[in-house]
C-alpha cells in the first residue's frame, strides 16, 4: 500500500536478510507541497525456501498522487504493480519421511505459479461543506496467473480484467442538535 506523501520531502529505505538465501528490500520516496503530494514505493523480495522448488520471488511498485485543486476539490490517482513467481514443492507423505526421504526435498520439481497484477484508479472529492462531500472514484485491476501443476497433468492461466465505478455521498451534519454521518 503507497502512503500519500506528506509535508516536505522524505525516504525511507530498509533491507533484510535471512537464512535460505532470503532477502528484501522496500524504498519509498514521498514529496508534499500545500497543494500536492506524491508517493512511490516499491518492494523486492526473494527466497530460496527451506525446501526444493520452495524458491519465491515477489516485486511491488506503487504510486500514489494527491492534489487539491481548490479549497472544495481534490483529485486523487494512484496505481500499482505486482509480480511473483513461487514454486510449489507439494506435500511429502508419512510413509515417505518414515523411509528416509529428506523433508526438504520435493516430489514435485517443476510445479510452479507466476502472477501479474495491476491497477490504475482515480478519482475526485468535492466538498459541499467543512466536513460533507461528494467522492467519485473509477478504477481498472487487470491480473494475470499463470500456474503448472506438471505432477498431477494440470497446467493452466486465468486473466480476471475489473472495471470499478463508486460514487459516494458523506454527510457529516448535525441532524435533531446530533452530529450525524450519513
Not at 516499491?42 to 520452495?54: A, E, K
Not at 467519485?136 to 487487470?142: E, G, M, N, P, T
Amino acid at each position: 500500500i503507497t502512503k500519500n506523501g506528506g509535508d516536505g520531502f522524505s525516504v525511507a529505505s530498509v533491507a533484510r536478510a535471512g537464512s535460505y538465501g532470503t532477502f528484501e528490500g522496500y524504498t519509498s520516496v514521498s514529496q508534499g507541497t500545500e497543494r500536492l503530494s506524491a508517493a512511490v514505493n516499491g518492494n523486492y523480495l526473494t527466497s530460496d525456501g527451506y525446501r526444493d522448488n520452495s524458491d519465491s520471488r515477489r516485486k511491488d511498485l506503487g504510486l500514489n498522487l494527491d492534489y487539491d485543486a481548490s479549497d472544495h476539490l481534490r483529485l486523487r490517482l494512484s496505481a500499482g504493480y505486482h509480480e511473483d513467481e513461487t514454486g510449489q514443492p507439494g506435500a511429502l507423505y508419512r510413509f515417505q519421511l518414515e523411509g528416509g526421504v529428506p523433508r526438504d526435498t520435493t516430489n514435485n520439481p517443476d510445479d510452479q505459479v507466476k502472477t501479474k497484477d495491476w491497477y490504475l484508479q482515480g478519482g475526485t472529492q468535492y466538498f459541499l461543506t467543512d466536513n460533507s462531500y461528494v467522492d467519485l472514484d473509477a478504477s481498472f485491476r487487470k491480473r494475470e496467473a499463470d500456474f503448472s501443476y506438471i505432477s498431477i497433468g494440470i497446467v493452466g492461466k486465468t486473466e480476471i480484467d475489473t472495471v470499478m465505478f463508486s460514487p459516494k455521498l458523506v454527510l457529516v451534519e448535525s441532524l435533531f442538535g446530533y452530529e450525524s454521518k450519513v
